[in-house]
């Protein structure tokens, strides 16, 4: 699929949306659109490999069979009905193959049928199917996967009948818009992901906790991939494993995979999110994109107060760490930190961050769990890099022990939850560079409406200078650890080594000094000249 494709298949969708959302909250919307779009690819998956299993067995049935006023019944029920005896044999081998069954009623070309026939069972098929889909279709249980979808709210209907005929119009507008694209991972995936930025671009809270624009992403993303020693050697064939600690849609997660150029380069895929709703668009995300349930895991809680039992693991043999790790966590987050935090494993070395600011602690949760050899790209606000206080103190740590590789400073208005400009910070626990590059990319960016955008060339400038640690005048600079602490005080604001603001143009003073002076004259032998005219006039002359 090409990239106009994607584009128009994105814009298709978003349109329907728009038309179709009425006085619904676009958030509430989102999740309901985004989840007929994951049902809709897991059974045209789930359909496809069934054809492909069943063969010559699988029914072929005629567009005569086709009736204005039925619901034409699906190939695939048609053999469930034909062969009850074979159906539980069908789904031990399906599970084996595609990782997971929908039943025959469940599947989004059956929904599409009910809809398109304003059946009155549509309403409750849905809930049955949603239902079905989280406690059984998977090996894995994934409750909750719909819970922020409520099929019995007001906002849909003031009754039943009028809920079903409302989502009888939703699900025919989706499955119209959907018709004539293909509906592999990749393309569902891509419309996917286009949606969700629609969505945070609309969206009235702050949709910059659950998505991060796809251009940053990618930075983040190129930079982690490649190797932690030697980055000119390029992206790694393999990672065994990867952590976003605040997930959020997922989205930077496959960004990771996407780089690998082994589509299955990476062991296992591991997310964190606190928020309910993108917890469960993380999840979909996953599985939309061809992530199968047992190469991944997102959990659901929270990163400060590290409650997932995994990361808790007391046993040093047992305990995990990550080839990569990126996030971008809520910016200047306010917590609570208690005492017993102050003697926690992942600050104790380092001190607590803040009440009025998380950042460093995020960051130090991340940290924590970097493999040795691994790679760790973080985006943070400026005042990380010269906040003092508690701050000072863990980033003097973090500069002495040489764990701070790279800071990038992005342009503002990147994000739609802020305007104001954000970072990069690069970790790495084993260090080749005794130095700091310091990338001042402020400047590289172009203006889209009320966004500012990162082109393929900006952000190929900033991963360059990282892989290959250039430096360039106005851009980017390798920095003496020297330097940073005895003349800076480990202050690592960014115009202190790389500034891009313009020299001043040297002024000649003796030249504009004779310049003036032969003004001067020039005026004097003007305004002889005048008054010779007025003379002959006969009126006064100027003073």
Same mark, same amino acid.
């Given at each position: 699929?090409? /990239?106009?494709?994607?584009?128009?298949?994105?814009?298709?969708?978003?349109?329907?949306?728009?038309?179709?959302?009425?006085?619904?909250? +676009?958030?509430?919307?989102?999740?309901?659109?985004?989840?007929?779009?994951?049902?809709?690819?897991?059974?045209? *998956?789930?359909?496809?490999?069934?054809?492909?299993?069943?063969?010559?067995?699988?029914?072929?049935?005629?567009?005569?069979?086709?009736?204005?006023?039925?619901?034409?019944?699906?190939? =695939?029920?048609?053999?469930?009905?034909?062969?009850?005896?074979?159906?539980?044999?069908? !789904?031990?081998?399906?599970?084996?193959?595609?990782?997971?069954?929908?039943?025959?009623?469940?599947?989004?070309?059956?929904?599409?049928?009910?809809?398109?026939?304003?059946?009155?069972?549509?309403?409750?098929?849905?809930?049955?199917?949603?239902?079905?889909? !989280?406690?059984?279709?998977?090996?894995?249980?994934?409750?909750?996967?719909?819970?922020?979808?409520? =099929?019995?709210?007001?906002?849909?209907?003031?009754?039943?009948?009028?809920?079903?005929?409302?989502?009888?119009?939703?699900?025919?507008?989706? +499955?119209?818009?959907?018709?004539?694209?293909?509906?592999?991972?990749?393309?569902?995936?891509?419309?996917? !992901?286009? &949606?969700?930025?629609?969505?945070?671009?609309?969206?009235?809270?702050?949709?910059?906790?659950?998505?991060?624009?796809?251009?940053?992403?990618?930075?983040?993303?190129?930079?982690?991939?490649?190797? #932690?020693?030697?980055?000119?050697?390029?992206?790694?064939?393999?990672?065994?494993?990867?952590?976003?600690?605040?997930?959020?849609?997922?989205?930077?997660?496959?960004?990771?995979?996407?780089?690998?150029?082994? +589509?299955?380069?990476?062991?296992?895929?591991?997310?964190?999110?606190?928020?309910?709703?993108?917890? *469960?668009?993380?999840?979909?995300?996953?599985?939309?994109?061809?992530?199968?349930?047992?190469?991944?895991?997102?959990?659901?809680?929270?990163? &400060?107060?590290?409650?997932?039992?995994?990361?808790? !693991?007391?046993?040093? +043999?047992?305990?995990?760490?990550?080839?990569?790790?990126?996030? /971008?966590?809520?910016? #200047?987050?306010?917590?609570?930190?208690?005492?017993?935090?102050?003697?926690?494993?992942?600050?104790?070395?380092?001190?607590?961050?803040?009440?009025?600011?998380?950042?460093?602690?995020?960051?130090?949760?991340?940290?924590?769990?970097?493999?040795?050899?691994?790679?760790?790209?973080?985006?943070?606000?400026?005042?990380?890099?010269?906040?003092?206080?508690?701050?000072?103190?863990? @980033?003097?740590?973090?500069?002495?022990?040489?764990?701070?590789?790279?800071?990038?400073?992005?342009?503002?208005?990147?994000?739609?939850?802020?305007?104001?400009?954000?970072?990069?910070?690069?970790?790495?626990?084993?260090?080749?560079?005794?130095?700091? =590059?310091?990338?001042?990319?402020?400047?590289?960016?172009?203006?889209?409406?009320?966004?500012?955008?990162?082109?393929?060339?900006?952000?190929?400038?900033?991963?360059?200078?990282?892989?290959?640690?250039?430096?360039?005048? @106005?851009?980017?600079?390798?920095?003496?650890?020297?330097?940073?602490?005895?003349?800076?005080?480990? *202050?690592?604001?960014?115009?202190?080594?790389?500034?891009?603001?313009?020299?001043?143009?040297?002024?000649?003073?003796?030249?504009?000094?004779?310049?003036?002076?032969?003004?001067?004259?020039?005026?004097?032998?003007?305004?002889?000249?005048?008054?010779?005219?007025?003379?002959?006039?006969?009126?006064?002359?100027?003073?």
């Amino acid at each position: 699929m090409t /990239n106009q494709d994607q584009k128009q298949l994105g814009s298709i969708l978003w349109d329907i949306a728009d038309q179709l959302r009425g006085a619904m909250n +676009a958030d509430d919307f989102r999740d309901y659109m985004l989840s007929f779009l994951f049902l809709r690819y897991l059974s045209d *998956n789930f359909e496809e490999a069934a054809k492909r299993e069943l063969g010559s067995d699988y029914p072929d049935i005629s567009s005569s069979m086709i009736t204005e006023d039925e619901p034409r019944t699906s190939p =695939l029920q048609l053999w469930y009905d034909a062969n009850p005896d074979d159906v539980e044999t069908f !789904e031990n081998q399906m599970r084996r193959k595609v990782h997971y069954v929908i039943k025959p009623s469940y599947l989004w070309s059956n929904i599409a049928e009910l809809a398109r026939t304003q059946h009155t069972d549509l309403l409750k098929t849905l809930q049955a199917g949603f239902n079905y889909i !989280e406690n059984e279709s998977f090996a894995s249980t994934f409750q909750g996967l719909f819970s922020e979808i409520n =099929l019995s709210s007001d906002k849909l209907g003031k009754n039943y009948t009028n809920r079903n005929t409302r989502l009888c119009g939703i699900v025919t507008a989706i +499955a119209e818009g959907l018709a004539e694209f293909s509906t592999d991972s990749d393309t569902l995936g891509d419309a996917y !992901e286009y &949606l969700i930025g629609q969505f945070a671009a609309g969206s009235g809270k702050k949709a910059g906790e659950f998505y991060t624009p796809q251009q940053i992403s990618t930075i983040l993303s190129k930079i982690v991939t490649l190797d #932690s020693q030697d980055p000119t050697t390029g992206p790694k064939k393999q990672l065994k494993n990867v952590l976003d600690f605040a997930c959020g849609s997922g989205s930077l997660l496959l960004n990771v995979r996407k780089q690998l150029a082994n +589509a299955n380069g990476i062991g296992k895929i591991y997310g964190q999110e606190k928020n309910i709703t993108t917890f *469960n668009l993380a999840r979909m995300n996953m599985l939309l994109h061809g992530v199968k349930d047992t190469e991944f895991e997102i959990f659901h809680g929270d990163t &400060l107060t590290n409650d997932w039992d995994m990361l808790k !693991e007391a046993n040093p +043999a047992k305990k995990p760490y990550f080839d990569a790790v990126v996030a /971008n966590p809520p910016f #200047s987050y306010r917590w609570k930190p208690n005492e017993a935090m102050g003697e926690d494993v992942r600050f104790k070395n380092y001190g607590l961050a803040p009440k009025s600011a998380a950042d460093f602690a995020f960051l130090l949760h991340g940290f924590h769990y970097l493999a040795k050899e691994g790679t760790m790209a973080i985006i943070v606000p400026h005042g990380v890099l010269f906040r003092g206080g508690k701050e000072k103190d863990i @980033r003097r740590k973090l500069l002495d022990d040489g764990n701070i590789d790279t800071v990038i400073g992005l342009p503002a208005k990147l994000f739609y939850s802020t305007g104001i400009p954000v970072c990069i910070l690069v970790l790495k626990k084993c260090k080749k560079f005794d130095d700091v =590059l310091i990338i001042n990319a402020s400047e590289q960016f172009e203006k889209v409406t009320r966004q500012n955008h990162l082109t393929d060339e900006h952000i190929k400038k900033i991963v360059d200078a990282y892989q290959f640690r250039t430096e360039e005048k @106005r851009f980017s600079r390798r920095v003496s650890m020297d330097e940073i602490a005895n003349e800076h005080d480990y *202050n690592l604001n960014i115009s202190r080594y790389v500034s891009t603001a313009l020299p001043e143009e040297k002024i000649d003073l003796a030249a504009e000094h004779a310049n003036l002076v032969e003004l001067e004259k020039k005026i004097e032998e003007a305004k002889q000249k005048h008054n010779q005219y007025l003379e002959e006039l006969g009126l006064p002359p100027l003073p």
